[in-house]
């Protein structure tokens, strides 16, 4: 298993992002998907979840509103659209699939941590 997370960086307050996830190793289509953050000198927080065939995403009152999740298939990608960034935005972001197929589950606890690459960093500062 394998989640290359990508699309990082430094960004304005009030800036835009659109963060990537290449997975790998498994049968993405049948693994709901998640992404998760960590701000510095805090733990893991989820913000957003979508589940198999992209009809029901779910996100953390964080970042409502304000993030979009999305997913492909076909490519194996899933996508995080960030708009209107905030500073307490700034962590490393990592994706992350399912504990196990089809499992219907879309809050913190749900995903499992393997396979987790290096995450992407997104710092949003002026």
């Known amino acids: 298993v394998q989640l290359q997370a990508s699309g990082g960086g430094l960004v304005q307050p009030g800036g835009s992002l659109r963060l990537s996830c290449a997975a790998s190793?498994?049968?993405?289509?049948?693994?709901?998907m998640y992404w998760i953050r960590q701000a510095p000198g805090k733990g893991f927080e989820w913000i957003s979840s979508i589940n198999t065939r992209a009809s029901n995403t779910y996100y953390a009152d964080s970042v409502k509103d304000r993030f979009t999740i999305s997913r492909d298939n076909a490519e194996s990608m899933l996508y995080l659209q960030m708009s209107n960034l905030k500073p307490e935005d700034t962590a490393l972001y990592y994706c992350a699939r399912g504990l196990r197929p089809q499992y219907f589950c879309s809050g913190a606890g749900c995903y499992s941590t393997v396979g987790w690459g290096q995450g992407t960093q997104v710092t949003v500062s002026s």
């Open positions: 190793g498994f049968p993405f289509n049948l693994y709901w």
